[in-house]
């Protein structure tokens, strides 16, 4: 081969990197969030079995009448409330979203198992008479443009909230109270905020932070 058939080759194959490169990124993105929005449906499902067999209601009603749970709860532990549910989960791989770089999947609930192996945040209000309360969902939140901390978010819908941008380009997931799961942007997810308040028993969210 002559030296200007060498560069041509190297020239196409530079040329069909450049072109398939970002088609990978693109599948690689599109295959995380559709990851994360079956992490959510299995999770949901969960909950859903959970109510079942307690007489209609989710882990979070029984945690608040808890005190120590709630304490628990309350300075960021949001794993306390996912480890009651490991039965009806069968396992914490769900409750990473495969797009968290940030994050680990658990192996089991018991050994080592911390909101490190969480993605998702869960609402304290959410309760199956009102289907559209916003149960569960990604938890890279900003409120008012600040990242949002570990703990309870006291969620007034006058707070404008957006997702951040290490997950899904600026988007992200949310689950309802009827077990369906919703992909969002900010401005669908301000939406979703309000609508589930409307006819609701309360007038802020307390969503928990992992």
Not at 8 to 22: N, S
Not at 175 to 202: F, H, I, K, Y
Request: glycine share 8%; proline share 4%; hydrophobic share 45%.
């Amino acid at each position: 081969m002559t030296l200007n058939e060498v560069l041509l080759i190297i020239t196409l194959i530079v040329l069909l990197a450049a072109l398939l490169l970002p088609a990978l990124a693109a599948a690689k993105h599109k295959h995380a969030r559709t990851g994360c929005v079956s992490c959510l449906h299995q999770i949901n499902l969960a909950f859903k079995t959970w109510e079942g067999d307690n007489g209609d209601k989710f882990p979070m009603q029984f945690a608040v009448t808890n005190s120590e749970t709630m304490k628990l709860i309350g300075s960021g532990s949001a794993w306390v409330l996912w480890q009651t549910m490991s039965n009806e989960l069968s396992t914490p791989k769900f409750l990473r979203c495969p797009a968290d770089t940030g994050r680990v999947a658990a192996t089991n609930f018991d050994i080592g198992f911390s909101d490190a192996n969480i993605s998702y945040f869960f609402s304290l209000e959410a309760a199956d008479t009102y289907p559209q309360m916003i149960l569960d969902g990604d938890d890279n939140l900003a409120a008012n443009g600040v990242r949002v901390k570990p703990g309870i978010l006291n969620l007034p819908t006058t707070n404008s909230l957006t997702w951040t941008k290490e997950r899904h380009r600026g988007a992200g997931n949310i689950g309802m109270a009827d077990g369906s799961v919703q992909q969002t942007t900010g401005n669908t997810l301000n939406s979703a905020v309000v609508n589930a308040t409307n006819g609701a028993p309360v007038a802020t969210y307390r969503w928990v932070i992992p």
